[in-house]
Protein backbone atom coordinates (compact mmCIF):
# COMPACT_ATOMS: atom_id res chain seq x y z
CA UNK A 1 0.00 0.00 0.00
CA UNK A 2 1.44 3.21 -0.83
CA UNK A 3 -0.09 6.66 0.84
CA UNK A 4 0.86 10.69 -0.59
CA UNK A 5 -0.25 13.94 0.18
CA UNK A 6 -1.56 16.65 -2.35
CA UNK A 7 1.51 18.34 -4.21
CA UNK A 8 3.91 16.98 -1.40
CA UNK A 9 6.47 14.99 -3.22
CA UNK A 10 6.76 12.67 -0.01
CA UNK A 11 5.10 8.97 -0.38
CA UNK A 12 4.92 5.93 1.91
CA UNK A 13 4.96 2.61 1.28
CA UNK A 14 4.18 -0.56 3.54
CA UNK A 15 4.65 -4.32 2.99
CA UNK A 16 3.23 -6.45 5.77
CA UNK A 17 4.19 -10.38 5.15
CA UNK A 18 2.96 -12.63 8.21
CA UNK A 19 2.73 -16.43 8.49
CA UNK A 20 0.39 -17.08 11.23
CA UNK A 21 -1.25 -20.25 12.51
CA UNK A 22 -5.01 -21.32 11.42
CA UNK A 23 -6.42 -24.49 12.67
CA UNK A 24 -10.09 -24.97 12.18
CA UNK A 25 -11.51 -26.15 15.55
CA UNK A 26 -9.16 -24.84 17.89
CA UNK A 27 -11.09 -25.33 20.82
CA UNK A 28 -7.18 -25.70 22.87
CA UNK A 29 -6.85 -21.64 21.42
CA UNK A 30 -3.13 -22.45 20.76
CA UNK A 31 -3.52 -20.85 17.37
CA UNK A 32 -5.68 -17.52 18.56
CA UNK A 33 -2.84 -17.47 21.19
CA UNK A 34 -0.04 -17.16 18.77
CA UNK A 35 -1.70 -15.72 16.31
CA UNK A 36 -2.39 -12.74 18.81
CA UNK A 37 1.42 -12.25 19.97
CA UNK A 38 2.46 -12.37 16.60
CA UNK A 39 -0.05 -9.68 15.73
CA UNK A 40 1.34 -7.80 19.03
CA UNK A 41 4.59 -8.13 18.13
CA UNK A 42 4.21 -7.51 14.25
CA UNK A 43 1.56 -4.29 15.09
CA UNK A 44 1.25 -3.12 18.63
CA UNK A 45 -1.08 -4.50 21.59
CA UNK A 46 -4.03 -2.78 20.22
CA UNK A 47 -4.35 -5.12 17.36
CA UNK A 48 -3.52 -8.43 18.95
CA UNK A 49 -7.22 -9.07 19.09
CA UNK A 50 -8.19 -8.43 15.75
CA UNK A 51 -8.46 -10.95 13.09
CA UNK A 52 -5.83 -10.81 10.26
CA UNK A 53 -7.87 -8.58 7.86
CA UNK A 54 -9.18 -6.12 10.89
CA UNK A 55 -5.55 -5.98 12.21
CA UNK A 56 -3.38 -5.32 9.28
CA UNK A 57 -6.24 -2.76 7.50
CA UNK A 58 -6.91 -0.76 10.75
CA UNK A 59 -2.54 -1.09 11.55
CA UNK A 60 -1.93 -0.25 7.47
CA UNK A 61 -5.06 3.21 8.13
CA UNK A 62 -3.53 4.50 11.03
CA UNK A 63 0.02 4.48 9.76
CA UNK A 64 -0.83 6.35 7.03
CA UNK A 65 -2.72 8.83 9.21
CA UNK A 66 0.41 9.18 11.22
CA UNK A 67 2.41 9.81 7.98
CA UNK A 68 0.06 12.31 6.35
CA UNK A 69 0.19 14.47 9.62
CA UNK A 70 4.01 13.75 10.06
CA UNK A 71 4.34 14.37 6.26
CA UNK A 72 2.14 17.83 6.41
CA UNK A 73 3.85 19.13 9.16
CA UNK A 74 7.19 18.42 7.33
CA UNK A 75 6.18 19.85 4.12
CA UNK A 76 4.64 22.97 5.38
CA UNK A 77 8.07 23.67 6.98
CA UNK A 78 10.17 22.94 4.48
CA UNK A 79 8.05 24.94 2.25
CA UNK A 80 8.78 27.56 4.57
CA UNK A 81 12.17 27.20 4.13
CA UNK A 82 12.43 27.39 0.51
CA UNK A 83 12.53 24.15 0.39
CA UNK A 84 10.41 22.44 -2.72
CA UNK A 85 12.32 19.09 -3.22
CA UNK A 86 13.47 17.51 0.09
CA UNK A 87 16.41 14.73 -0.46
CA UNK A 88 14.15 11.49 0.49
CA UNK A 89 10.75 11.16 -0.75
CA UNK A 90 10.07 7.99 0.04
CA UNK A 91 9.10 6.44 3.26
CA UNK A 92 8.68 2.37 3.89
CA UNK A 93 7.76 0.51 6.37
CA UNK A 94 8.19 -3.51 6.09
CA UNK A 95 7.16 -6.00 8.37
CA UNK A 96 7.79 -9.61 8.18
CA UNK A 97 7.26 -12.73 9.76
CA UNK A 98 7.95 -16.45 9.59
CA UNK A 99 7.92 -19.52 11.40
CA UNK A 100 11.65 -20.26 11.35
CA UNK A 101 11.55 -23.87 12.78
CA UNK A 102 10.52 -26.55 14.83
CA UNK A 103 11.44 -29.13 17.21
CA UNK A 104 8.71 -31.34 18.68
CA UNK A 105 6.00 -29.28 19.96
CA UNK A 106 7.84 -26.06 19.80
CA UNK A 107 8.19 -23.73 16.97
CA UNK A 108 10.47 -20.68 16.45
CA UNK A 109 8.64 -17.87 14.88
CA UNK A 110 10.68 -14.02 13.56
CA UNK A 111 9.59 -10.85 13.11
CA UNK A 112 11.45 -8.08 11.54
CA UNK A 113 10.52 -4.77 11.25
CA UNK A 114 12.11 -1.79 9.58
CA UNK A 115 11.22 1.39 8.79
CA UNK A 116 12.78 4.51 6.53
CA UNK A 117 11.81 8.30 7.21
CA UNK A 118 15.18 10.01 5.66
CA UNK A 119 18.48 10.35 7.36
CA UNK A 120 21.63 8.02 6.94
CA UNK A 121 19.70 4.78 7.82
CA UNK A 122 16.82 2.52 8.12
CA UNK A 123 15.29 1.78 11.90
CA UNK A 124 15.22 -2.06 12.42
CA UNK A 125 14.25 -4.50 15.16
CA UNK A 126 13.90 -8.16 15.27
CA UNK A 127 11.76 -10.18 17.81
CA UNK A 128 12.17 -13.92 18.61
CA UNK A 129 9.71 -16.48 19.76
CA UNK A 130 9.44 -20.09 20.60
CA UNK A 131 5.95 -20.76 20.92
CA UNK A 132 4.62 -24.44 22.27
CA UNK A 133 2.26 -25.08 19.92
CA UNK A 134 -0.14 -27.41 22.32
CA UNK A 135 -1.27 -24.59 24.22
CA UNK A 136 -0.07 -21.41 22.81
CA UNK A 137 2.23 -20.35 25.38
CA UNK A 138 5.73 -18.24 24.32
CA UNK A 139 8.39 -19.47 26.29
CA UNK A 140 10.50 -17.22 28.04
CA UNK A 141 14.01 -17.47 29.36
CA UNK A 142 13.03 -19.10 32.56
CA UNK A 143 11.38 -21.56 30.69
CA UNK A 144 14.27 -22.71 29.46
CA UNK A 145 16.93 -22.18 32.23
CA UNK A 146 17.64 -22.72 35.68
CA UNK A 147 16.54 -19.87 38.39
CA UNK A 148 19.60 -17.33 38.73
CA UNK A 149 20.74 -18.54 35.00
CA UNK A 150 21.88 -15.16 34.12
CA UNK A 151 24.82 -14.50 36.00
CA UNK A 152 26.16 -18.03 35.42
CA UNK A 153 25.75 -18.19 31.85
CA UNK A 154 27.66 -14.48 31.50
CA UNK A 155 30.36 -16.21 33.02
CA UNK A 156 30.30 -18.93 30.81
CA UNK A 157 30.35 -16.44 28.01
CA UNK A 158 32.83 -14.17 29.54
CA UNK A 159 35.04 -17.54 29.88
CA UNK A 160 34.60 -19.22 26.58
CA UNK A 161 34.41 -16.08 23.98
CA UNK A 162 38.15 -14.84 24.70
CA UNK A 163 39.34 -18.56 24.62
CA UNK A 164 37.39 -19.62 21.15
CA UNK A 165 36.87 -16.26 19.08
CA UNK A 166 39.84 -14.31 17.41
CA UNK A 167 39.49 -10.52 17.04
CA UNK A 168 38.80 -11.16 13.32
CA UNK A 169 35.45 -13.21 14.44
CA UNK A 170 34.14 -9.67 15.65
Not at 10 to 28: A, M, N, R
Not at 112 to 126: E, L, P, Q, R
Request: net charge negative; charged share 25%; with cysteine.
Amino acid sequence: ETASLAGCPLTHKLDISLEYPVIKGDKEMSATTIRQAIFEAAFGESYDTLNVEEAATRYAADLAAEFKELGAAMWRGWRKAGIDTPEVTEWSDSIEGYFAGQNGPYRSYIVNIIDFTGGAHNNSSTQAFVFDTRDGSCLTLDDLFVPDFDGLLTDIINRYVPENLSEEDF
